[in-house]
């Protein structure tokens, strides 16, 4: 049977990025189109008719149309979605470690072709936010389908959390709201608090309640790599949230690990998840402002060697991004200078509009004022299960580096 959608033409502008490889298509962009419903599929044509894609149509949104693919020759089946749900697992499967899949980002929204879809795996939950109307038009196919195929594959997963309770969706004209996904001919779960383990660390997961979908994963290998250089050394650890960067740098073999965050309730998570690890003797863990913590540090007698910085995102758009980069450089100078020659330090941003050039520049500026020279070590980037399509800026997000101070 022929496929029949509305079409949408697009100016050149428009056309151009979707060769370059980028899934979206701005309103301004849009030069004629069938008046499709909202949160159905459309045919994205050049203005000499050339097909160009097809994706889902958000009338209240900036970004008008989302492609899902580039091949006039797909039908958006059952077997269509189920197809791409096994290849985006396959895909952590290849490129992952077994034991890494306990916790991992199985979705990763637009760099897996599901735009405004993120599914991330907790140990036997998964926890979903869906940011996107076309998205939330197909989610009860997604869901139980993406369930069954994990669950062939030997995983107990025992159910799914929707955490919708972000403003983002309202721009797309979605509710706010979290719960339980129904999932058909399964009794709701009783709790949504799970135990995962990732790089020999336990932690607890509370999906109704954690950070976004319950725990940040795209620093897995990051902290892996920092607690290489943890050793026998005093490390701060700075904006430490549920302890991770901590608790794997004791894991690492560190003398001491102070952790610090400011908010009590973050302290109150790390100081329980270095207990449920056996290693409260060596982690403390302290409310803190960091960026008053750090200058009261200087006229104290030295105790770190080792200094991790692991903030929030300083900068959600680009008009913000210069007053981000003098957060970052603050604490970074502060960092530099409170370390010893021969210290160590692990710093990053995981805000996109911070740019690479723009976060490299400043680590040199705050090196130039601290009066050090940086030993570069190792320039990483999100772990694999968050890939990063070229093409699609937006999937290329996390800086993270560390460095020695020479």
Known sequence: MERSYP?????????????????WVYGEE???SDSPENG????????????????????????????????????FDAAFWERK????????????????????????GEA????GLTVDKFHDLLSVQVLSVGMETVKELL???????????????????????????????????????????????????????????????????????????DQKYNRRAAARLAEGRTVLDCFTHTGSFALNAAMGGARYVTAVDVSESAVEMARANAERNGLSGIVECRAANVFDLLPALEKEPRRYDYIILDPPAFTKSRKTAANAMAGYKEINYRAMKLLPRGGYLATCSCSHFAAEDAFRAMLASAARDA?????????????CDHPILWGVDETNYLKFYLFQIV
């Open 143 to 217: 869901l139980p389908a993406l369930v069954r195929i994990l669950r062939e594959d030997g995983q107990r997963i025992r159910g799914v959390y929707e955490r919708n309770d972000v403003a983002i969706r309202e721009k797309e004209g979605l509710p706010q709201y979290k719960g339980w996904c129904s999932l058909p001919g399964e009794p709701v779960p009783e709790s949504p608090v799970t135990e995962i383990t990732e790089n020999g660390v336990r932690y607890l997961v509370d999906v109704e309640n954690g950070q976004k979908t319950g725990f940040f994963l």
């Open 112 to 115: 897996d072709a599901f735009p």
């Open 85 to 108: 749900l096994r290849w985006a697992w396959e895909y952590r499967k290849t490129v992952m470690e077994p034991a890494d899949l306990d916790a991992c980002r199985i979705v990763f």
């Open 7 to 23: 079409s949408a033409a697009v100016t050149p502008k428009a056309e151009a990025a979707i060769l370059r490889g980028h899934p």
């Open 40 to 75: 159905s599929l459309v045919d994205v044509r050049s203005r000499k008719g050339a097909y160009l894609g097809t994706g889902f149509w958000s009338e209240h949104s900036k970004i008008r149309v989302r492609l899902v693919t580039r091949n006039a020759n797909d039908r």
């Open 371 to 383: 009066n050090v020279r940086l030993r570069q070590i190792e320039a990483r980037q999100q772990s």
């Open 30 to 32: 849009i030069t004629a």
